[in-house]
């Protein structure tokens, strides 16, 4: 289990900083590209795809901040892992991390 110290640190993980980037960016492209797909993690209701879309656009033009508050969310969710795993986890657990918080972070669940 990580200390609350310990996870601050992660915050500051550049390697980790720069996966979660990625992984937003991949998804924000789906969402982009997706239309008004229904296929998970993007179930459709009324407006939702235009909020994601709206979100998408601004992790594009500026996907560090948007790591970060992934990042934070992420290290939050994991806080019973140890350092050593929350670091050592592969490139498609990240992905499906971010894909899970994403419409949280886009503001379509409130």
């Given at each position: 289990m ?5 996870l ?5 993980d ?16 789906q969402?982009?590209?997706a ?23 601004r ?7 948007e ?18 795993s ?7 657990v ?17």
């Amino acid at each position: 289990m990580a200390t609350y110290l310990e996870l601050r640190e992660l915050m500051d993980d550049g390697e980790l900083h720069r996966r979660v980037a990625v992984a937003i960016i991949v998804v924000a492209e789906q969402i982009l590209q997706a239309g008004d797909t229904t296929d998970p993690p993007f179930n459709q209701t009324a407006g939702d795809h235009d909020i994601r879309v709206q979100w998408a656009r601004r992790a594009f033009a500026s996907p560090i901040p948007e790591a970060q508050k992934f990042l934070m969310s992420i290290l939050a969710a994991n806080k019973d892992q140890t350092p050593e795993s929350i670091q050592g986890v592969s490139d498609a657990v990240i992905q499906t991390k971010v894909d899970e918080v994403v419409d949280l972070m886009a503001g379509v669940v409130i």
